[in-house]
Each structure stands twice: as structure tokens, then as C-alpha cells.
């Protein structure tokens, strides 16, 4: 007999995973669709129109495939976890309910943009079809992460009669929308959600630019495809250092063993250091830079400031230490992402052509690369760093969990699909494009 | 809290109305590829998308509706839920490879695909419905094998089946099938009786109570039958309120019971602070949903290029 909680977690972290992926993309690229067609109308310039044209067809195949994951997440919250949704249904699921109306608004518009291509005799008409888009793909996001957000700093019930008693009371359904952490995850995710889609995109293109023909119709495609992925990336990891600074700052106030975990600090600590690096190996921290007074200073705004500890709360509600190296990795990894839009920027105002610079392009495929491996390291951080619970300091994932035996053969099945699925979607990717060629679009 | 659960419904119906035509579709793919594939293809496209966040609406707007009852729905029905979910999955990718990198065999192949796929969460989601109601192959919060394969669930499975081949027949006005829609309905409405009488007393009850409204109903289906015979546009909506009607009255006689009756929905209902907004709510969202659609409908399909 297999321990069923290990497989609701790995179905669900392996889901959420895979969809996070698909998710960002699909937030993502319809702002590169209607940038792509508002430059084109307001130019005239017809590739602009082909980008957009072409760009929404990966969306429809993204919108389709990451349609059927969602459903397939939101099948695992009521099959994996039955006794967290019973408490969220009660308090908090009007998230997820305004979500499928976002969700909705999205899929009814983006069938009148696909489908009605040619039918607008005005193009800015055509075009205002991409904003519902827009907000319903934006909207859905946001929704979600209200959720999560209240997963992390539950509100809306008397939290301790829940305790107490086990039975829900004071329930303020809105409260959800308002959370201590409510706003903070919102903007963090919307941000690194258009950073991390459009970058997907661009490596994409630079990897197109870097096999095309220079001075060709095709380069020029991918090229003015690829400014307009870059500037919204740029405009994004702004916002995403900017709320993630914020979201650090909150989970020092609101889920001290989540920081601590994070931090890597064991006792509470006034002139607390940043630690680079570092393993719990025996109980102690070793193989670590630290940077003196940093991490009080950046915490607390003073180096007199007190950080908090694991050791001041049990050691089962510790989360994994795990989640140190990858808070790192995931810092480590803004850095070098920050620091190739510098290097972009600079060029600009040197060159004024960069991404004409072979190695920029080269560096823009890793940039892509790296930002979905700093999503991931985001999201698990997020939700390594909340357990043991479900609902922090309410529900533990224990006490939520379905411990049926299908599911062991279910999530083995379900993550052989997804294994099949994904890769699956980009060679039918490959295959649209490949049977469109660009040269006679292009004509 | 009447206003949550008649929300509920008409959630569901519209869910089912949507998806009976497309498992009339998926039907009507595997009998006659070649002489319908053109039209049934421009309805499913784009509708399936819509369809399945239908799916994903009515399982919300349950949850929302009756929180306490997803210990149950999960723990349950969990096997029945990720077969849905992974057929869900095969039929949207099969739908958007056939849309995009099809032509001849490989969109045959596909939609072949996608039409078993439809026909496998029917039969998997009638199952599912049928023993929530009636309980058969229900024991000790576990389902056994006999949950699907149970004579009362298949009359069901093929009952729905004929009459969704029938409607699907209507709406998209196949003429040379205008006899067959009228048996299929027939003897799929005559089959829908044994499931019905089987399945629980307190649905008998419901019968007995809402009777005039029941043949209201079969009226109504005679009438749109008859305008599709001589050839009046108007039956392919009508057939479509049909549906919408008949599914709405279905839950109508069997609420407020689950499990043959052993589960009073009135106890799991969410408590009325949540209520209230989750009923505004869902209503705003069902309401955008009824003016939307039918002008997406229009705009695709009078202006559909070969994307």
C-alpha cells in the first residue's frame, strides 16, 4: 500500500507546474497580438498584421491545451483535497467563480477575434476585440491568485472558533478580495506573468532570427516580433523586481516560518546577515557567503532589525529547507535576467540596433530559458514554503488530503499524459508553422 | 436560497444542452464523415472551447452552491472525475490539431479521435449521474465496476444518445435524415422511461407532481419535430430551447435528493453570507453567457474564414 498524500502532492505540484507554464503564455501573448496589430494599423506596415495573425494561432493551440489542464486542475482541488474545498467553498471560491467569468470573456472574444479576422471593415474595431482578451486572460490570473493568497493569510471566518470548534463562523465572503497578502501576490504574479510569457516568445523569435536569412523579409518578421516581446518583458521585470521586493517584505510580517524558511535562519536575529548559498547539512548552515547586517537592513530597513527564526515555532510546521537554495536560485536568477535588459539597454543607446548583435540574440534564447526556471523556482518556493499546510495556521495538507488508493494509479497516468501532451503541443506548433510558411504570408 | 439552486440548474442545463449537441456531433462524425463533416465542424468550432468551460462552470457553481457535498463528490466520484478530465483533455488537443494541422486523413484521424473522446465522457458522465441519483453501484462512500456498466445507466447512455443524434439532426437541418430524427427522439424518449422508473421513488414522485409540465415537454418536441419535417429554419434554435427546457424540468423532478435519496441537498447548501453573493454572482455570469453566445454564433458562422 502506497502513502496516497504523496501522490495528491505530486499530481498536483506536477499539474500546477505544467500549467503555470501554459498559463503565462497564454496571459501573455495576447498583449503581444494586440501591440502587434495596434502598430500595425496606426504604420501601415502589413507584417505587423502577419505577427499578429500568426502569433494568435500558438495562442489558440495554448488556449485549447491550456484550457483542458485548468480543467484538469480544477478536477484535482475537488478530487485531491475534498475537505480544503468544503472550507473554501464556504468562504473563499467566489475567486474562482468570478474566474470562469473571466475565463469565459476570454473565450467568447478571442472566437470573434480568431474567427472574425477579415469580417471588421474598421481594423480598430477588430482590434478593441483583443482588449477583453486582454483582461479576461488577466483576470483569470488575478482570481486565481486571490486564492492562493488565501491560502497563505486566510481570511473572511472566525479563524479561531474554526479551530476550536471545527465549525465555520463570522464568514465574510468578500474578505477574500482584501486579504493581508491579497494585492501583493496579485501584482507579483500578473507581473512575472507578462515577464515570463513574453519572454518565452522572444526566445522563440531570437531562435528563428538566429536561422534566418539576414536582410531577408523573415528576419525582419521576427525581428520587429521580438522589440515587441523585449519592450513588454522590460516593462514587466520592473514591476516583477519592484512587487517582488513587496512580497518578501510581506511574508516577513505574515508568515514568519515561510521567511525564516527561506532565509535560512534558525534563530531570530537582530544584525542578521544575507546568506549566499548554503546547506543544512547536521542541523547547521555551512558552505555559505554571508553578507553582513543585509538581511536586517533589507527586512527591516535598519541593521538593529530582528529577523525571525525557525526555532521560535515547532519544528512540524517547519517548512523544507529546500526552499533556501531555491530562493536563491531564484534571486541569483533576476539578477542575471536584470542584467541582460541592461545590457540591452546600454546597447541601445549605443548601437541603437542590439538585437542585429548575434550574441544578443544567443543570450536572449537563454534569457527565455532561465525565465521559466525562475517561474518555477518562484511558484515552488511559494508553496514549499507553506507547508505543512494547505491554509496556513488552519488546515494541514494532511488534513485535506484524499487518501483514496486511485489516486496512485491516477496520478501515475495523469503525469504520463502531461509528460505525452506538452511536447506533444509544440510539435503541433511546429507543424501549424511549418505549414504556413512565412515567405508567402510575408508575399 | 431557492434563487442558488434554480441558478444551479439552469447552470446545468445550459452545460448539458451545449454537450448533448456536441455528443450528437461526435455521433453523427463516426456515421457519416464524409457528407457532414463541412457543416458539423463550423458549429464545433469554436463551441467546444465554450462548451468545456461550461463544464468547468457547472462543476464551480455546484461546489459554490453545495460546499459540504464536495467531501463526498471528491472522495466518490474520483475515479469518474479524472476520466472525464483526461478524455476533456484528448478531446480539446485532437480539436485544435484537426483545426490546425489537418487535412484529409490526419483531420479524419483526428476528428475520429475527438468523437470517441466526446462519446467516452458522455457515457462516463451519464454513468456518474445516473448512480448519483439512483445510487446503483453505490456502497460505503466507494463505487464499484457495476456504476457503469448497469442496465439502467446504458438504457440512459443510449437514450440521450438518440435523442442528441435527433436534435443534432435538427439543428443543423440534415435533410436527408428527416425520418431518422423522429425515430431516433422516439425511441430514445421511450427508452429515457426505464432509467427514469428505475432509478428512485421520490423521482416517481416528481413525475406524478410536475406531469403537465412533462408533457408540455414531449408537445413541445412533437411540434419542433414537425417544423423540421417541412422544412422551418426555426426548428434548429427551437430544438436547442428544448433541450435547454427538458434538462432544467429533469432537475426540477429530481431535486432535492442524491443517492437514491439518502442525500437532502438542503442539508449541504452553502451557508447564506457566501450564498447570497455566489448566487449574484453566478447569475451575472450566466446572463453575460445567454446574450453573449448566441451573438459569437452569429458573428463566427456568418463571417467564418478558413482559418
Known sequence: ?443 | MDFLYAINHLVFSAFMTLFILEFGVACLLLIDYDGLKDKLRSYINPIWGITGTFAVFYLLSTAVTYPALMGIVGNVFIVPLFVVAFFILLRNAFMAYSEYIGGGKNEKLYLRFFSISTIVIAFVLMSTFATAISEVGYSNLQLDLSFMANPYNISLFISIALIAIAASVLYFDIRKSEKFELLAAAIGLALLIIPTAVFAGYMRQGIVSYWYLIVADIVFLAVIATLGYFDKKIAGPLVMLWLFLSVNLFCLVQYPYLLGGKINLVDYLVNPATGFYDGIVTAVIFALLVVSLPILMKFVYANRRGY
Open chain 1, 1 to 443: 500500500m502506497f502513502d496516497p498524500v504523496i501522490f495528491d502532492r505530486a499530481l498536483i505540484g506536477f499539474s500546477l507546474a505544467v500549467h503555470i507554464i501554459l498559463a503565462v503564455m497564454g496571459i501573455a501573448i495576447p498583449v503581444i497580438v494586440s501591440a502587434a496589430e495596434f502598430i500595425g494599423i496606426r504604420t501601415g506596415n502589413q507584417i505587423y498584421e502577419t505577427i499578429a495573425k500568426r502569433i494568435s494561432v500558438a495562442l489558440v493551440i495554448f488556449f485549447a491545451v491550456g484550457t483542458a489542464s485548468g480543467m484538469l486542475v480544477a478536477v484535482e482541488l475537488f478530487a485531491l483535497w475534498p475537505s480544503f474545498m468544503v472550507l473554501v467553498g464556504q468562504v473563499a471560491l467566489l475567486t474562482v467563480l468570478i474566474e470562469v467569468g473571466f475565463f469565459f470573456l476570454e473565450a467568447v472574444f478571442l472566437a470573434i477575434y480568431i474567427y472574425g479576422w477579415d469580417s471588421f471593415k474598421n481594423r480598430y474595431a477588430h482590434w478593441a476585440m483583443s482588449i477583453p482578451v486582454i483582461i479576461g486572460a488577466g483576470g483569470s490570473a488575478m482570481m486565481i491568485t486571490m486564492l492562493n493568497a488565501f491560502m497563505n493569510t486566510p481570511v473572511g471566518f472566525n479563524i479561531q472558533n474554526y479551530l476550536a470548534t471545527g465549525t465555520l463562523s463570522g464568514i465574510n465572503p468578500l474578505a477574500v478580495f482584501n486579504g493581508p497578502s491579497t494585492w501583493v501576490e496579485v501584482s507579483h504574479v500578473l507581473s512575472t506573468s507578462y515577464f515570463t510569457g513574453a519572454m518565452i516568445v522572444a526566445a522563440y523569435l531570437a531562435y528563428r532570427m538566429l536561422r534566418a536569412k539576414r536582410d531577408s523579409k523573415v528576419y525582419e518578421y521576427h525581428a520587429k516580433a521580438l522589440r515587441i516581446a523585449l519592450a513588454i518583458s522590460a516593462i514587466a521585470i520592473i514591476f516583477t523586481i519592484y512587487t517582488g521586493i513587496n512580497s518578501i517584505t510581506a511574508m516577513y510580517a505574515q508568515q514568519p516560518e515561510k521567511y525564516a524558511a527561506m532565509e535560512a535562519d534558525l534563530i531570530p536575529q537582530s544584525h542578521a546577515p544575507e546568506y549566499i548559498g548554503g546547506l543544512y547539512i547536521n542541523g547547521t548552515l555551512q558552505y555559505y557567503i554571508p553578507i553582513p547586517d543585509m538581511q536586517s537592513v533589507l527586512a527591516t530597513g535598519s541593521p538593529n532589525g530582528t529577523v525571525p527564526g525557525l526555532s521560535s515555532y515547532p519544528q512540524s510546521t517547519w517548512p523544507p529547507l529546500i526552499i533556501h537554495p531555491l530562493f536563491d536560485l531564484m534571486v541569483i536568477l533576476g539578477f542575471a535576467l536584470g542584467g541582460f535588459f541592461a545590457l540591452v539597454a546600454i546597447l541601445y543607446l549605443l548601437r541603437r540596433t542590439p538585437l542585429k548583435v548575434r550574441p544578443i540574440l544567443w543570450l536572449t534564447l537563454v534569457a527565455g530559458s532561465l525565465s521559466v526556471l525562475l517561474l518555477e523556482a518562484g511558484w515552488i518556493v511559494d508553496e514549499l514554503g507553506r507547508q505543512p499546510w494547505i491554509i496556513y495556521g488552519v488546515m494541514t495538507v494532511n488534513q485535506a488530503a484524499n487518501y483514496s488508493q486511485s489516486v496512485v494509479p491516477i496520478t501515475i497516468v495523469l503525469m504520463a499524459v502531461y509528460i505525452i501532451v506538452v511536447p506533444f503541443t509544440l510539435y503541433v506548433l511546429k507543424k501549424v508553422f511549418d505549414g504556413r510558411p512565412l515567405e508567402k504570408e510575408l508575399r
